[in-house]
């Protein structure tokens, strides 16, 4: 294939346009949480997998952290089994935090490791029980009935209560991607369901991070839903309370803002959701001058 130089002297800019940010990320951990539909669209998937060998390839450490709710609950279906939430939370009695654990730590995250593999990248797949990766408890989901509120036990859903990352840091020092399955364990080796976007800014937090970029269906967060020319680029951690207080984020946004915000806490400089629809999302947000999405800031 030839190119002409015109179309030539684009592909330079643009390798020089993205130089500071390679020299300037080199070295750091950058955490990625995977989802939406760029975990279902095979061409998306090719497209975030390759993003990330390249990364790795530049000097940057990517760890990875995914759900897979769809897969769980495709999963249940096979075996006629039905999927009932409370508050956006999959009630997990436990057979259902079984076939889940299978769903994500057995097919999604091996997928996504041998992908990585197959484009170059040096991936290992763990799940929260792995060194004790992700510590959680029991979480209990709290229900109002008019003024009435109660606390609902939802069974084998968890809250992460530590994060022990000496594994993580292993496996950057020698090269490795880490992949992390949403999972989380207790001191009696209980298995929980851990919300897979809360998982990723505890482990940002948890390895004091560079940025921690989340993978959405939506371009960002908009002041006004309904009109995309109201797309908020840049955040401050201040003004979450008050921007939850005027209804700016929707029932799915929330926990991606509560985990950029607990990630900022945790010593990460920027954290990001970005669309995961648009075709290399993450090289657009991370090594462009404009980015794509909208970015949470001290």
């Avoid at 920027?270 to 462009?288: M, N, Q």
């Amino acid at each position: 294939m030839s190119y002409s130089l015109d179309e030539l002297s684009t592909r330079a800019e643009v390798l020089i346009e993205a130089l500071p940010y390679i020299r300037e990320f080199s070295g750091k951990t950058i955490v990625v949480k995977y989802g939406g539909n760029a975990m279902t669209d095979d061409t998306l998937k090719r497209n975030v997998m390759n993003d990330i060998v390249l990364m790795k390839y530049v000097g940057m450490k990517p760890v990875v952290v995914h759900g897979g709710g769809p897969q769980i609950s495709a999963l249940m279906q096979r075996v006629g089994k039905e999927s009932s939430f409370i508050n956006g939370l999959r009630i997990s009695d436990e057979d259902t935090v079984e076939l889940a654990e299978m769903a994500l730590v057995g097919t999604v995250n091996k997928e996504i490791v041998s992908l990585l593999n197959r484009l170059g990248g040096k991936a290992v797949g763990l799940s929260g029980k792995d060194a004790d990766l992700i510590q959680a408890r029991k979480h209990f989901a709290r229900v109002k009935d008019g003024d009435q509120e109660s606390m609902v036990d939802i069974g084998f859903v968890g809250e992460i209560t530590k994060i022990k990352p000496e594994i993580i840091r292993v496996l950057e020092e020698s090269g490795f991607i880490p992949v992390i399955a949403g999972t989380g364990t207790n001191d009696k080796g209980e298995t929980f369901n851990i919300n897979a976007d809360t998982a990723a800014g505890e482990i940002a937090a948890a390895l004091h991070a560079e940025k921690l970029l989340m993978l959405s269906d939506v371009r960002g967060v908009f002041r006004d839903k309904d009109d995309p020319n109201t797309l908020i680029s840049t955040i401050k951690a201040e003004e979450v309370p008050l921007l939850t207080e005027q209804g700016v984020f929707s029932t799915g946004m929330i926990p991606k803002i509560e985990a950029c915000v607990t990630a900022l806490r945790g010593g990460v400089r920027k954290a990001h959701i970005i669309d995961g629809r648009i075709s290399h999302s993450i090289i657009l947000e991370v090594f462009t001058d404009g980015g794509i999405g909208t970015q949470i800031v001290h």
